[in-house]
């Protein structure tokens, strides 16, 4: 069973996927950025006992030869992969798909754009991503395409790579595509691809329509670790159409609008997305108390997102019930930030909410209520956060006040919070 693990994580958010999934073996090589991560990988396995560390450079790689492998008979419905997600406790969830699952959202990703063997995909998407370890590695395997994969998004290097193999299927975020897009030869390098995939986060229409004019088509998926494809829009459509929408449901895939009681709402409405498919998946690793709560008696997994389907059976995203924060692509829990925060002394409450970037999507922004006669800045803050989260989950606008708004409950009403940030760098 594969676990990517992401390797921004903190050792104490290593530690406790370790202690959660209990792996055999730890591949452990160079991060993004050419750090090494053996070392450290050593040290956190050696903690755990149960589990030993393979340094990537201790493999020694041999001209390719034919190898005569025993056929193995594989149980479609068995785990092949924990994809670790943020969950409603604001602790990660290793959502677990069978090999059934996964290659088939590859394939369901491969038929939606019309894929062939003439196709080849390059993937810049972390794999330890749904997106990058089953979509964008599945799609040309089911399809008979040719993968190219980078260690980490470079938009200069990517377009180098998108010349240098001939690049005809990619996808990513869109903060990826403002990169690839501002590089010299960045638009020569997008002539030749047939199909982008845009998800993660909002897709503002104006990038829409500049890929558009390079001759690719553009399309945009809603989907989850729990449910890899939902739906997807039509590449042909307009730039509003996909940047307001995500589209239809894929093959096999029934949605539901449910309101706070599961009862379906009419054509139109908000409520929350469900989603009932061959390719959701078995549940969450080792938690079945939370699997239980997310599926409900007619086998419907309970997004967490709202939205709303129009009399065409199209979807609209209005936000998201679970409060999740996507940063470029990066999935952020507002719980476990507030957790951290609230353990400074200077700190007496404290709100994390999505604040709009036109790069990233959405960055996370903090609002601070400080305690009685202490002061402190937002970069001792920031400094503070980011010695216990990885780097992606700090708060990137900072905003102090007297006292918070409540509910009648006693709870901070973060909507009320959310026009603090109206001033805040995109």
Known sequence: VLTPFNTAWTDAEVEYALDLTRP??????????????SDRATTLTAIEGSCKT??????????????????????PGAPFLVQFTSGTTGRAKGATLSHHSALNAGYIRALTVGADETDVWLNPVPLHHVGGSVIMVLAPLTSGGSYVVMPRFDPVKQVTLMRT???????????????????????????????????????????IERLQA?????????AQSECPMITSSDPAGDATHIATTVGITVPNTELRVVDSTNQVVTRGEVGEVC??????????????EATAEVFDADGFLHTGDLGSIDDEGVLRIHGRARELIIRGGENIYPSEIEDVLLRHPAVSAVAVLATPSQRWGEEVGAVVQLAAETSVT????TQYVAAVLAHFKVPR????????PLTASGKIRKVDLVALFDEATP
């Open 275 to 288: 989603v009932r498919s061959p390719i959701t998946m078995l549940g969450y690793w080792d938690m079945p």
């Open 24 to 37: 055999r073996l730890l591949l452990a090589g160079p991060n993004g950025r050419g750090t090494d991560l």
């Open 397 to 404: 606008h900072w905003r102090f006040i007297d006292s918070f």
């Open 54 to 75: 393979l340094p990537l450079a201790d493999i020694e790689i041999h001209p390719a030869v034919p190898i005569a492998y025993a056929e193995q008979t594989v149980d």
């Open 214 to 222: 390079l001759d690719a088509t553009v399309s945009v998926a809603f």
């Open 378 to 381: 937002s970069d001792e803050l």
């Open 165 to 207: 193999v001939g690049a005809t299927r990619t996808g990513g975020v869109p903060t990826m595509f403002y990169g690839l897009l501002e590089q010299p030869g960045g638009e020569d390098a997008m002539t030749a691809v047939r199909s982008i995939g845009l998800g993660g986060t909002s897709v503002p229409a104006s990038l």
